[in-house]
């Protein structure tokens, strides 16, 4: 139905008339009601309008907002040319409209002229202007005003309309409505549209072709060939006879194409992470979509952000180095092979940055639940002795030295240099009694672990890694970080919003815990490894983990853990440049115990990550422990 926009003029503003809307009435009524128009003032009439409006709207002068087209996000390794992943939204690029068959023109033109309106701008133009404020809103609100049914909202895109007739050749108009338009199953464009639904360019597309995709646009999921093909087919006949009317085709052009089945081939892109190939690299594109989620710098919304990733042309390059990324993927296989039933994971991270460098998994991406990011094969699992790290930094925080003295079952007096290198669990039970549980999930959540009450069950091979990464950077916890930079399709950083806007690929980091009791942590850690505590001799009579120093040669420190049910095990090796937090985990279902060879896994792929991770670096020792918190006395 056609209206009457009803505007009272109030005001000029420099320059231009400024008027509110009243009302809409349909054209239909004028007659009915002129008599009354000539016998009621003005501000009766209003009593007489349908939908009435107070917004206020310049007519003189609307500027339509400049939306460049919808452009894929490209996420790189740290080299800058290793491709990681694309985000889109199905989108392939602006198509000129010399690239697109005559025939899609015309259907899509002649669809629209089925409702063209008896004045003013054509459908197709209003169409347009509609779906570039559409993709020009930014907030909730914004959204809200460029869809809701409105006086206001139909004036302004009337007037917008009009513009852009007057600025733009109609040819022009077309293009950029082909461009922007939505065919449904995520196809903005017409290039989608043609790939999604006919694995085809839009050049190619055949008349019925042309007239089903045209009869998408009003509303996709009403005609969707995909799942209604006798609506989608019912919808293209009646474009197709809109054509013959116009004479764009033949009425035998039109018998042919309507006589056509619809047959699709459908193509529709893997979305996202899902379309990466890489063993590994699915993986670490999850972790990056979900610090993109948590982004304010990219939107105000999830829905928001997730857009602006698919849609906003960023260039965005990790922290993923991917040498190390396929040499950890060949070691985690080479222990254990996709096929085994054994899950085997591991994940490297910087410390001091947070940045993680490699995220390798024994498992295809996505996992049988699809994606979920923080990876499916990544998820929390029991920590084991592990979490002894978080005990022993809590009674150091408490002013306990090394020293500290413990009669363990079975192993005799232990100290903590002793205790964490062979893994005498028993040990940290006692001295968590004595400080209290609390205390060291207090720790564990301030080291980036998931908080708990009661002590530290479980955790993510993120989590631990950026936890051990702690006390390898001096007691400096960083929020684990996907990416070294990201900028938008100018070339400038994207920077976060508050009072000092930051880069917002910058390390996010803080002071956790005192960088004494940090190094005291490291020094009982290097018994873990064969390499030695700072002072000779007071490690113990054995370590859990001796062939990680005769692998990686240089510096080194860690932890290894396993569940009293010996169904997960684990191992966190660290330099001061570089940490690995590697495990394995048994098949659910039956409760099935992992061998020993199984629980080295850890050791040797970890062990041998950082190899190759430290590889051609200069070799960084740790810093000793102060005497005060490691022997309890001075000098």
Not at 67 to 84: C, E, F, I, K
Not at 212 to 219: D, F, P, V
Request: some cysteine.
């Amino acid at each position: 139905m056609s209206y009457l926009v009803l505007v009272e003029r109030t005001q000029r503003h420099r320059g231009r008339l400024v008027g509110r809307v009243v009302g809409l009435v349909p054209t239909g009524l004028i007659m009915c009601v002129a008599v009354a128009v000539l016998s009621y003032p003005f501000a009766a009439m209003v009593g007489l309008t349908v939908s009435a409006s107070i917004n206020e709207v310049d007519i003189q002068a609307q500027q339509l907002p400049e939306v460049p087209p919808p452009q894929p996000s490209r996420l790189y390794a740290a080299d800058g040319t290793t491709l990681v992943g694309q985000f889109s939204d199905h989108g392939h690029g602006y198509t000129p409209l010399d690239r697109v068959a005559p025939a899609l023109a015309q259907a899509v033109v002649a669809d629209a002229r089925s409702d063209q309106p008896a004045r003013g701008a054509s459908t197709l133009t209003r169409q347009y202007v509609r779906d570039v404020l559409l993709d020009a809103a930014r907030t909730p609100q914004e959204l809200e005003a460029a869809s809701e049914p409105t006086a206001a909202r139909e004036l302004r895109e009337t007037q917008l309309a009009e513009t852009v007739e007057r600025k733009l050749t109609r040819a022009q108009i077309l293009e950029r409505y082909l461009n922007i338009a939505y065919f449904g199953h995520q196809a903005y464009g017409i290039a989608a549209a043609a790939g999604v639904y006919f694995s085809k360019r839009p050049a190619d597309l055949t008349v019925g072709e042309a007239a089903l995709l045209a009869g998408l646009i009003r509303e996709p999921s009403a005609h969707d060939p995909a799942g209604d093909p006798a609506a989608a087919a019912e919808r293209r006949d009646r474009v197709l006879d809109r054509m013959v009317a116009l004479h764009d085709i033949t009425r035998a052009a039109a018998d042919r194409a309507r006589s056509e089945p619809v047959t699709l081939r459908l193509s529709e892109p893997p979305d996202d992470c899902a379309a990466t190939t890489d063993p590994g690299y699915g993986y670490f594109c999850d972790l990056f979509t979900a610090w993109w989620m948590g982004q304010p710098a990219f939107g105000s919304s999830p829905e928001e952000r997730l857009s602006r990733l698919r849609r906003g042309g960023y260039r965005i390059v990790t922290s993923l180095d991917a040498a190390l990324q396929a040499g950890a993927y060949r070691h985690v296989v080479a222990d254990e092979p996709a096929g085994s039933p054994v899950a085997h994971g591991l994940v490297a991270i910087e410390p001091g940055t947070g940045r993680v460098r490699a995220i390798a998994v024994n498992r295809p991406y996505p996992g049988p639940a699809g994606p979920s990011p923080g990876g499916t094969a990544l998820p929390s699992r029991p920590a084991g002795t592990t979490g002894t790290l978080f005990t022993m930094l809590a009674a150091l925080d408490r002013n306990l030295p090394l020293t500290t003295s413990i009669s363990a079952p079975r192993t005799g007096r232990q100290t903590m240099w002793s205790a964490f290198g062979e893994s005498v669990d028993t040990y940290f039970a006692q001295l968590e009694q004595q400080i209290g549980a609390d205390a060291a999930a207090a720790v564990a959540t301030r080291l980036g672990l998931t908080p708990r009450t009661g002590g530290v069950a479980s955790a993510t091979p993120l989590e631990l890694a950026g936890a051990y990464a702690t006390i390898a950077a001096d007691g400096v916890y960083c929020d684990p970080l996907p990416v070294a930079s990201v900028t938008d399709p100018d070339g400038a950083p994207v920077m976060t919003s508050g009072v000092t806007p930051v880069d917002v690929a910058a390390p996010r980091c803080r002071q956790a815990v005192r960088p004494q009791v940090a190094r005291a942590a490291v020094d009982a850690a290097r018994c873990v490894t064969g390499y030695g505590a700072a002072t000779a001799g007071v490690c113990g009579t054995r370590s859990t983990a001796p062939s990680v120093y005769r692998t990686v040669r240089r510096p080194v420190a860690g932890g290894t853990g396993t569940t009293d049910d010996d169904r997960t095990a684990w191992f966190v090796g660290f330099s001061p440049a570089l940490t690995v937090a590697s495990f394995v985990a048994a098949p659910d279902g039956p409760r099935v115990a992992l061998g020993a060879a199984h629980r080295a896994a850890p050791i040797r792929s970890a062990a041998q990550t950082l190899r190759d991770g430290l590889a051609g670096t200069a070799v960084r020792g740790f810093t000793a422990p102060d005497p005060t918190i490691a022997y309890g006395r001075r000098g």
